[in-house]
């Protein structure tokens, strides 16, 4: 190469490579000229040439992570460390992250998304590899908005083309239940409101799996309908010291956020449970209703297949309602959604029961959102068939009068 080139400030061959602070160059060993000098960002094969070329063609940007890939990078591995997730769900979750940085449509998104970004892809690798983990710990963890990050997730499984599979309800009660703080005495909970683990969950997935077989979890929010079942649960174990503590006192005790539906689902639940009180023999007489037949869940429980087919009907509950009311049978406290009073029951001594019992569906057909009621049609409005006759008068309206004819015939001038 020294013989190829002559210094353009004295003219002599003697081209030498110097290295300088770790920093190849050409240098003129007569007077010391320097050829190149700054040629940072250039490739090997442009360096032997002596052609500049841009930041983003040099090795630089393959060798250099950018501030954004680190700080979340670093993200990735301190929230793999609070969820203490094993050592090979932080490598895939990692691979995710980088993965999804360097995709296109993560380039230009704001800053709160990039941060949803690094909660997405841990929880992407929980979910493939079945650990119990909910969106919602996550949105607390980053301080996140729960529609937000749940846009952000479906964003990356469809960049990504990611699979996924379902969580279990068995799996989310545990992992729920999880964050509770009753399972163990304190300055803040008292002893009798204390609870033992594993029957508490045990419980909880037995009132969840009910939910699941009468409608109550399909196309709901999972959460809600757990907090309910937790609550009854929990009363159900002891029930003579927790029937006076309200569901947002448990809540509170908990230490767990109380959603704003879950008051509706464990109405559904209480309604279930009256309804399968109804048909055991030993529990018309005690007129259970919504906050005493708590002391029954495990009963019920227990038999639960056999009194869901009684309680409810599968379409010939005519004949059988007939033929009770006429044997003189006591009258199941059931009616339609739920209540414990059926309508026509007489009070004291026997009952008879007039009411009819409804078959087993979701809640959305049995209460159906309000529509819109059309106006019905005047009796002159709908005389109207369309082959009236047209009067005279009528057709003079749609005809152009002489007037008319000419201004028209001005305007298409000017076109």
Known sequence: MSGQRKCPDCG??????????????????????????????????????????????????????SRCKLRGIKRVQDLCKVLCLPAVFEETALSYFQRAIEHPSFHLVSLEKKEILVGCCVFVTCRQRNWPLTMGTICSLLYADKELFASVYLCVLKELELDVPALSLTDLVKTHLNSFKLFQSSASIPTKFAEDKEKMVARTIQIVELASETWLVTGRHPVPIVTAAAYLAWQSLQPVGRLTCTFPRFCKLAGTDLPPPAHLRLKELNDILLRMASQLAWLRVLNVDKKTVVKHIGDLLQHRHFLLRSSFSSGDTGDQSA?????????????EGGSTQAEGCQPGGKQKCSSVQRPLLPP???????????VALSPSDQAITGDEAISDSEIEQ????????????KAQAWH
Do not use: W
């Not at 240098?27 to 442009?46: K, R, S, Y």
């Not at 033929?323 to 009616?335: F, I, M, N, R």
């Not at 959305?364 to 059309?374: D, E, F, G, H, S």
């Open 12 to 65: 002599s061959c003697e081209i030498v490579e110097d290295a300088h602070y770790a920093q190849n160059q050409l240098v003129c060993a007569d007077c010391g000229f320097i050829l190149t000098e700054g040629l940072l960002t250039t490739t090997f094969q442009d360096e032997e040439h002596l052609q500049e070329v841009t930041y983003s063609r040099s090795t630089g940007q393959n060798e250099q992570l």
């Open 323 to 335: 033929t009770a009311a006429g044997d003189g049978s006591e009258c199941s406290p059931q009616a």
């Open 364 to 374: 959305c057909l049995i209460n159906p959102r309000k529509r819109l009621r059309t």
């Open 398 to 409: 749609y005809l152009r009068s002489q007037e008319e004819m000419q201004e028209l015939s």
